[in-house]
């Protein structure tokens, strides 16, 4: 009883932060047809400095740390990338209208992270004063790629069992039943590619580039004086934009309908308690903060918006783009910032207190 | 005497501040041909920046204030607004080789205010120690949508007495009249769709956004960190952008002819006075601060850069937006900003001395 | 010995700085073909920015200055930029396969100063506490101009002593030939369009309209709160993109071929440590600072990134400019930075130590 209020005063008094202010500030503008409009140029800005500061962060950190303790979170990272995207294939894609290619893509992008998502909730931990292992961000990746190697994987695993189905039942010629067959094998899903593409993108970029120069050189000065104290402000124009961008992704989503606006505002609360869970278990057996649980909780809650979506529309080019980002930028990203995050916080808040 | 050398001593000295040594500077660099040109999603987001802290110090500011004293500084605002159309009517529009349309655009450009005209007047209120009610600048919409407004009434008013004037000398057809008697009625000019566009304008959506999050959340973190310390510095990259672009704007001017360029050099100053005289009723009858009263002037002052220009383009599209954005941009908003709020500071430190 | 082994020490810990950190990061990712980019109008504006604080800087600087001391160090820059186009003149233009133009641009380019390795030069002197004059900075167009007239006026030279040789040869018709010599008098090349280009360059206006704000206004306010604070962290930007552009335009050096990567290697030493020579002199005869030697020495290693090239592309328009820019941008400037500057400020500081 006591937890639940303590839990729900926490909860209730996150809304008031400009974090999640910006964010809803965002969406309310776009909703009454305001033609403001932030830059395409500063918003890809600011993502950059955002993400190189949580890199810089994380690689200052990881020189003081003890490599070891970062194992079993690391571990429970990539299972829940791998996780939430079989978790879509039998909810998701078992849904009537929805087409396996796009409840997959989608699945997948909820699997992935969402840089902006991960540092709004950095910014609403330091505020309430919970710690963290400052490694924790590096857990991104960890999560990120095996989600989106695992949509793409099952995507052509499928699309391949399709197309030898329909050739079963009517097959044209043997001609082309042989070559079908000798493409089987030629076409196996070549993993390292995704990998690598995914290493590539310009989100994964700028953290891991920000890992290596906070690991290697000595940014304290530019830390310090510029990536910093601009975090929160970047971050607030950041959120501003997400919201705006919400609110014009809807139309896209109500037209692949709602049975994906289900999946998204349920999935991200969905993942975030899982990975939480999961966050509780190195918690109490490697002593993982629980700062460090808030995040592990946040980044399962979060999709991708910058990075998954070009590498999804490579690697699964049959899925429809509007069903998966729809779904990730106009309900999945709100849902996990605005309702993922203080829950989980609430949460973390409340066993502190207990 | 004692007054005047004072009011002059102060005017001095604040043409060396940086804002109005930028503002110049870029007039200087552009008249000399340089291919210096800060890119436009910077000149955006500097914009919002400004307006946004505009209006997150003023949303903080309602928190603790008495809604009462508002009253008569925003009857007056918008008093302003109307006016300055009238004025302009009943001037420019009189002059030879001036289309009464073009002179009501110009007129209404010049009652709506400019965003970055308020930031320059705050900036140099705050270096100077002139202290101001943290509400003032939401005067800004009370002045800037009554203007824009009146323009495109008046405008509608006078094309179709034109229309009507015209057909009944030659009219072509009795249906065509017919219609026309039709016409008159159904197209009478919608007032609520010019105040939405205006509220849906980039830059006071900006500002009230700002002003809503300053009310509604606790934004003291990124306004301390973020836009309150950027403020004065983006101010003057600002400063230089406009420089720079009244210079271009000249030869757009010099087509339209010196009537208007004569009408944008006194028309600020005027309008400024005016607005200066009813907010000193206002100091003295409801206590309305010195500082306060030079807002009131300076946006009376100011001539709308930003949002104005398409309002009035889709509101009266017959007028000419060479005549107005070259007056606005090249004349009005130079003048406001180097002579105006030197001349209203310099007043408001003479009176508060004496 | 004890002079050696304290000059490494200090070499090898400038690498550690974020400022060569970033440049190497932005190398190594845009290498393993990273989608990371930083949007161009992010790039200009922080150009714009970096220009701005180092010319204010100068012109507060020059306020408090002896005027004096600029004169000898300000005819070394003049000389420099002469003798570097005539070293690439009887270097870079004699080896095999280097066409005249093709080399008479390059060397241009290496004579005209970059204004971000300038700035990489300033924050590492202000990081290890090494002093200089305010001024010293304004020293750029001394050397940026002379080294660009000096390349034009020479390739144009080359060009009519060609066409006169080609025409003395094979005179097609008697006509043409006279036609050619009345050319040769009207097209004498003109000095001054040369030099007001350069000044009307983006990145010179910038550093000239910050020395005049610095010496006529009084910019502290905005200089403290913005242009200072921000110079840093925006500089590792800029190495960052400086770092991935260097690694992009390689492609084009290869197709120009290996003498220019030769040169591009060399020169930035080699010019460096001539005007460092000439610093020393300038130190013992009029007390001109270690630092400013350090900065007199860094502009003549740099070669021109932002201003130079449209110059040149006008001036020399039958140069490759792949491969004036493919030298400078992939080589010559990751040379001047990550190898020049810690020599010039290695060799500075032993020389204090001894």
Redesign the interface.
Known sequence: MDFLSDFLTRFLAQL???T???LI?GIV?AS???????????Y??IV?MLLMKVGLTGGQGIRESNLGEILLPALFAVTMGILIVFIGRYTLCKLPKVKTEDGLATAGLFGAVSGSTLAAALTLLE?QGITYEPWAAALYPFMDIPALVTAIVLASIYTKKQKYLSKRENPSTRQEYLSQQRGTASNRVKIWPIV?ESL???AL??LL?GL??GL????E??YE???S??F??????LM?IMGMEAAARLGELRKVGQWYALYAFIAPLLHGLIAFGLGMIAHYVTGFSLGGVVILAVIAASSSDISGP?TLRAGIPSANPSAYIGSSTAVGTPVAIALGIPIFMGLAQALMGS
């Open positions: 008031q932060s400009p999640l202010g910006f500030g503008v009454l047809g305001s033609q403001l409009a932030i830059p395409d140029a500063a890809k800005f950059f505020s690598k590539q993108g310009s970029t700028a580039l290596a120069l290697v050189t000595k940014p000065s530019v004086s510029f990536y104290p601009l929160s402000g970047l971050l607030s124009v501003l070009p």
